[in-house]
T-cell receptor
Framework: DTEVTQTPKHLVMGMTNKKSLKCEQHMGHRAMYWYKQKAKKPPELMFVYSYEKLSINESVPSRFSPECPNSSLLNLHLHALQPEDSALYLC?????????????FGPGTRLLVL | GEDVEQSLFLSVREGDSSVINCTYTDSSSTYLYWYKQEPGAGLQLLTYIFSNMDMKQDQRLTVLLNKKDKHLSLRIADTQTGDSAIYFCAESGAAGNKLTFGGGTRVLVKP
């Protein structure tokens, strides 16, 4: 079983709602990631946090707002989403960002925007 | 930019070996991964190989890496119905752990 946990497992929200996805790891990893995966497609990187600082934002719309409150937690705040944002959102972590280290994925949150 | 390619589909009989192939373009890749994704689930790291290795065996799984041709393969011995899933290969480069994924190979195991 993965040591990266994500809540909730499933989320249905309207376009005017505000919700948050949560991710947690206790492996001492200092890099954490958000990926988005549409049906029948590979995951695509959204954000990278390294040592609790945002390192990479892959031109993600501002209706997605990441937050890293501490080294174990990563949140993704959602506001005014569109139906095309419906996807599986995967959190991942690794020991570090540079130098090459294994990336572990969480089970994902399946999001449906109505 | 980096590119990773896989064939779309593989059908195999239960008990036979499966071989899933992947090609990549980034010559500075440090890790090459194989992930398994079952329907409705997240990504499960199956195995990985360092770019300075050419083979890795882990129980029923054998990874072969031909760095000259930038070709990676995953062999699953004695394939079982529980092996039916989508398999993604991915690579990360020396600059950082941004994973570039292939499009995924859907493996169907027939009894």
């Amino acid at each position: 079983d993965t040591e990266v946990t994500q809540t909730p497992k499933h989320l249905v929200m309207g376009m005017t709602n505000k919700k948050s996805l949560k991710c947690e790891q206790h492996m001492g990893h200092r890099a954490m990631y958000w990926y988005k995966q549409k049906a029948k497609k590979p995951p695509e990187l959204m954000f990278v946090y390294s040592y609790e600082k945002l390192s990479i934002n892959e031109s993600v719309p501002s209706r997605f707002s990441p937050e890293c409150p501490n080294s174990s937690l990563l949140n993704l705040h959602l506001h005014a989403l569109q139906p095309e944002d419906s996807a599986l959102y995967l959190c991942a972590s690794s020991q570090g960002w540079t130098g090459g280290s294994l990336v572990d994925f969480g089970p994902g949150t399946r999001l449906l925007v109505l | 930019g980096e590119d990773v390619e896989q064939s779309l589909f593989l059908s195999v009989r239960e008990g036979d070996s499966s071989v899933i192939n992947c090609t990549y373009t980034d010559s500075s890749s440090t890790y090459l991964y194989w992930y398994k994704q079952e329907p409705g689930a997240g990504l499960q790291l199956l195995t990985y190989i360092f770019s300075n290795m050419d083979m890795k065996q882990d129980q029923r799984l054998t990874v072969l890496l031909n760095k000259k041709d930038k070709h990676l393969s995953l062999r699953i011995a004695d394939t079982q119905t529980g092996d039916s899933a989508i398999y993604f290969c991915a690579e990360s480069g020396a600059a950082g752990n941004k994973l570039t994924f292939g499009g995924g190979t859907r493996v169907l195991v027939k009894p």
